[in-house]
């Protein structure tokens, strides 16, 4: 059965410094996997995903993750931290197994220090 | 109107009312999914539909009843609700179901329900 585990619920980082939110999944199949992004009373977006293509993966904003097989981890991360990427940010697999049902994470809260 | 909207965006409701919520696609899409967010919990999958058809209820309390009268349209009536369903109820869209196929899901605003 799938899972999701984000390890941090919140992560707070300076305005201007690298971002990394983690997610590690299980999966009995070859995964899809998303980042989503809420920010305060708005809807959930997608941010990027990973369907078996490229292992490296670019999104929007500046964020990008890494599929890494052998670590079943697809961290997050953003060079540059900006004010306006305070928001929680969520982790999500889906594989064939899982029909037609996304397996979401906790949720980790991104802080942006000024 | 653009992707996915919902009204109410809040409600306020006792435990002995009826009340709706709507959710409306612009889309084009052919599944449309409710979740149930509370603080500190995953999202909570409650039902999919794909073209108009129920495909799934995860366990989901009667009291929480879907309506799906065409693939643009989605309700979730909601009567003698409890304190603990309290939430945020959001609607989502995508272009088929989810699972392996990786289709991204649009979701909407969501609607802050309170129930007293």
């Known amino acids: 059965a799938q899972s999701v585990t984000q390890l941090d619920s919140h992560v707070s980082v300076s305005e201007g410094t690298p971002v990394l939110l983690r997610c590690n999944y299980s999966?009995?199949?070859?995964?899809?996997l998303f980042w989503y992004v809420q920010h305060p009373n708005k809807g959930l977006q997608l941010l990027l995903k990973?369907?078996?293509?490229a292992t490296l993966v670019k999104g929007i904003n500046g964020f990008e993750a890494e599929f890494k097989k052998s670590e079943t981890s697809f961290h997050l991360t953003k060079p540059s931290a900006h004010m306006s990427d305070a928001a929680e940010y969520f982790c999500?697999?889906?594989?064939?197994?899982?029909?037609?049902?996304?397996?979401w994470g906790a949720g980790t809260k991104l802080i942006i220090k000024p | 109107e653009t992707g996915v909207t919902q009204t109410p965006r809040h409600l306020v409701m006792g435990m002995t009312n009826k009340k709706s919520l709507k959710c409306e696609q612009h889309?084009?899409?052919?599944?449309m999914y409710w979740y149930k967010q509370s603080a500190k919990k995953p999202l909570e999958l409650m039902f999919v539909?794909?073209?108009?058809?129920?495909?799934e209820n995860n366990s989901v309390p009667s009291r929480f009843s879907p309506e799906c009268p065409n693939s643009s349209h989605l309700f979730l009536h909601l009567h003698t609700l409890q304190p603990e369903d309290s939430a945020l109820y959001l609607c989502?869209?995508?272009?088929?179901?989810?699972?392996?196929?990786?289709?991204?899901?649009?979701f909407g605003p969501g609607t802050r329900l309170t129930v007293l």
């Open positions: 999500v697999v889906s594989d064939w197994d899982s029909n037609y049902q996304l397996i």
């Open positions: 539909y794909s073209l108009e058809e129920r495909v």
């Open positions: 999966s009995s199949y070859s995964p899809s």
């Open positions: 990973y369907t078996s293509a």
């Open positions: 989502a869209s995508s272009q088929d179901v989810a699972g392996g196929g990786g289709h991204e899901q649009f």
């Open positions: 889309l084009g899409h052919n599944a």
